[in-house]
C-alpha cells in the first residue's frame, strides 16, 4: 500500500479506475495509517462490482476528488455511467441499444445490442445484470438517455427463499459491523438456506452474528424467510483478485425468475 502512495505521490495521476472494493480497501488504509495522497485526482472511476454508500463516501473523503459510477462489459454490449451532475447510471445510446426484460418483483434484466463490437456483434445479449427502476430521461442534466439509480447486481448476485422469491442482496450494511471482519461471503446450494461465510480476525463468533443480523435487517422483508449458518473460515481465504461478490450462488438463477 505504501508503495502505492508514493507512486500516485510521486505521478500524481489525475484519475484512478478500479474495483469499489479494492479502492474503497486502499482508502481505508490511508486513513487508518494518517498518510498524505498529493490532492492530484480529479475523479475516481468505479467500474466491475456494486457501490454502496459508504465505499463511495470514504472514497471521495480520502482521494479527494468525486467518484464517478460506470457499468460496462468486454463484450460492449451496453455502457452507462453518471454525468456531470447526478450518479444514476445513464446508458449511452450512440454505444449501444439497451432493452430491459421484466423478471419477478419489479426486476429487469439488462439485455442490449452493441454498435461499437465489430469483430462479434452481439444482438439483444442477455446480460445477467439486473435493475430495478429505469427513467425516460435525466431530469438533472436534461440527456433523454434511459437512466437508473442503481446496478443491484448479476443473476447470481441474488439470494433465492424456500418459495421460489429472489431476495436481492445489495447490502446497505452499517460497516461499523465489518469492523472485526476480514471478509465474508454468502453461500447458497438450496432454495431457501445459505451460509454466511465469514473470515474474523478475532474468534468470537459475536462480530459474526451482528454481521448476519445486519443482512437480514438489509435484506428484510423477503430476506426474513431465509434460513442461515454461519461458518467461520479460518484462515482458509478464497478471495482473490478478481471482482468480489457478496454471492456465492450455486442455483441456476434463471429458473427462479421467469
Ligand atoms: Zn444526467
Known amino acids: 500500500m505504501d508503495l502505492f502512495i508514493e507512486m500516485i505521490n510521486r505521478f500524481k495521476p489525475e484519475y484512478a479506475i478500479g474495483f469499489p472494493q479494492t479502492i474503497a480497501a486502499f482508502s481505508s488504509y490511508v486513513k487508518r495509517k494518517k498518510r498524505i495522497l498529493g490532492g492530484c485526482f480529479k475523479g475516481i472511476i468505479l467500474i466491475g462490482e456494486q457501490v454502496y454508500a459508504w465505499q463511495k463516501n470514504l472514497i471521495e473523503g480520502v482521494m479527494g476528488a468525486r467518484v464517478f459510477l460506470d457499468y460496462g462489459m468486454v463484450e460492449k454490449a451496453i455502457h452507462g455511467g453518471g454525468c456531470e451532475h447526478a450518479d444514476a447510471y445513464h446508458f449511452i445510446p450512440q454505444y449501444g441499444l439497451t432493452e430491459y426484460v421484466p423478471l419477478q418483483n419489479h426486476f429487469n434484466e439488462l439485455v442490449g445490442t452493441g454498435f461499437i463490437n465489430y469483430a462479434m456483434p452481439l444482438i439483444r445479449y442477455r446480460t445477467g445484470d439486473i435493475c430495478r427502476h429505469i427513467r425516460k430521461g435525466c431530469t438533472v442534466c436534461g440527456r433523454p438517455y434511459d437512466t437508473t439509480a442503481a ?45 454466511l461465510r465469514v473470515w474474523t480476525r478475532r474468534k468470537e463468533g459475536k462480530h459474526a452474528g451482528r454481521l448476519l443480523h445486519e443482512i437480514q435487517r438489509c435484506t428484510s422483508p423477503l430476506g426474513r424467510d431465509l434460513v442461515y449458518k454461519i461458518v467461520a473460515m479460518g484462515n482458509e481465504h478464497t478471495r482473490t483478485q478478481t471482482k468480489y461478490s457478496v454471492v456465492d450462488q450455486q442455483l441456476d438463477m434463471r429458473n427462479f425468475l421467469q
Open 151 to 195: 446496478i443491484d447486481g448479476r443473476l447470481c448476485d441474488f439470494l433465492v427463499t424456500a418459495d421460489g422469491q429472489i431476495v436481492s442482496v445489495h447490502l446497505p450494511l452499517d460497516y461499523r459491523v465489518l469492523k472485526h471482519i476480514e471478509g465474508f461471503q454468502l453461500y447458497q446450494e438450496k432454495a431457501g438456506e445459505a451460509e
